[in-house]
């Protein structure tokens, strides 16, 4: 089975100090099993004074609700109560939907990126 995740409007210039919302949509395909997860991995590369390759984990799930389903009082992995309808998600380690800038801290050596 392939996996597809498409991302919109994602190579562009960033000005210092400023974000750029990055789209990824997923569509399951249609024999998708709706209690597995899918996931993928992408490179995204932040180039400045210093030149970053951060690994991003994209996860997709579908919720599926109904009321004679015994799962439609589950919570989805990011702790958000299930409601009234089915809807499938693509996120960043299954917290959120954009990458946000490069922030890096020499002091302590360590590098993040915010979301």
Known sequence: MFIY???HNFQSAV???TEKVVKITWTPSANFDPNETCRASINVTTKGDIVRIWRVILIGYVEIISSS????????KNRRTVTNDTRSHASFGGTSQRIGKQVSTQENNSNTLTT
Request: aromatic content about 8%; proline content about 0%; charged content about 35%.
């Open 5 to 7: 995740f498409l991302l």
């Open 15 to 17: 000005e210092m100090g």
């Open 69 to 76: 389903d015994k799962r439609s009082s589950r919570t989805s």
